[in-house]
C-alpha cells in the first residue's frame, strides 16, 4: 500500500494526514515547520520521497 510506505518514509514525523487522489499521493501538513521538514532544503526530501516511491508504484507525490 503507498500510503503505508509514505507514512513508514516520514515515520519520525507526525503532524500530517495523507490521502490518496487516483494517482496522486497528497500530504497535508498540519503546520509550515512540518512541511519545511517534509520538503528539505531544495525540495530534496519530497524528491527523495519520489523516486523511492516510483522504484514501486507509479504514482505522484504533492505537499499542500
Do not use: H, W
Not at 7 to 22: C, G, H, S, V
Not at 38 to 59: A, H, M, P, T, W
Amino acid at each position: 500500500d503507498v500510503l503505508m510506505f509514505c507514512q513508514n518514509f516520514l515515520r519520525p514525523i507526525k503532524e500530517y494526514t495523507i490521502t490518496k487522489d487516483d494517482q496522486v499521493v497528497l500530504i497535508k501538513p498540519e503546520n509550515y515547520e512540518t512541511k519545511a521538514i517534509i520538503l528539505g532544503r531544495d525540495r530534496k526530501s519530497i524528491k527523495r520521497l519520489q523516486e523511492v516511491v516510483n522504484r514501486y508504484f507509479k504514482i505522484n507525490i504533492k505537499v499542500g
